[in-house]
């Protein structure tokens, strides 16, 4: 008998405790997105976590509001016409509300005349393009099964085993440098074909991304790459599909 009621109190024990364990709290991002250079709000912009189906576009304020984002480490990607698509990564805590200001770079676009040309599913800046640059060689590539096989969090931890890049920290920032030129230099960025220099770096998390390239040499970069004045390597990131996650990172 006391056994039994030894058993039932247990029960009840490891019940309350069961119950009584807190859900993760998700948070919200409220944002506004600005022009880099005019400050002027950016409308019609589309707001994206990525790894998740969350998305959200901007008001006529340029300002958006997502809730239900998870907590942790993410990676916000935005796309705007007339911009180059950009990601930044945000450190949400359980339940906290972020706010913060995105500014978007503009992109240049130059029309000197009109032509109609079929869709490319496998141009340079698919899967096929990455396999092909691959091929031809003239630079480092890290791979979707790379980065699944590697114990790393952020690009700049899948940057120590190539030769030519070097990471500099202070505190808890990084930078990330390449060395075969006289001088180090800091590398241009691209996300997903289109340059990011100014929000992306070595802190992007590898739980969203399927694909790298490094370029060290300005003169290794490829045609599909190159920028005016051009004055160091380059790195290429290639993320996952908006709602789709690398693996069991």
Known sequence: MRLGLRACVGAVALSFITRSAPAQQNGALIG??????TRRPVEGARVSVL???LGASTDTAGRFDMSGVPAGI???QIRAIGYTIS???VDLAEGQTLRQTFELEGRALR????AVEAAQPDGWRSEGGFDRRRARGGGWFITHEDILNRRAETVSDLMRTVPGVMTVCRGRTCTLTMSET???CSPEYFLDGFPATFSTGPSFPINQIRGVEIYISRFSVPAEFQRPNL???VIAIWTV?????????
């Open 32 to 37: 506004s997105l600005v022009d880099r250079l």
């Open 51 to 53: 790894g998740t189906p």
């Open 74 to 76: 993410r990676v916000v």
């Open 87 to 89: 990601s930044w990564v």
């Open 111 to 114: 029309v000197d005349s009109i």
């Open 182 to 184: 006289t001088r180090p």
């Open 231 to 233: 004055q160091c390597g």
């Open 241 to 249: 599909d908006p709602g789709a996650r690398l693996g069991n990172h």
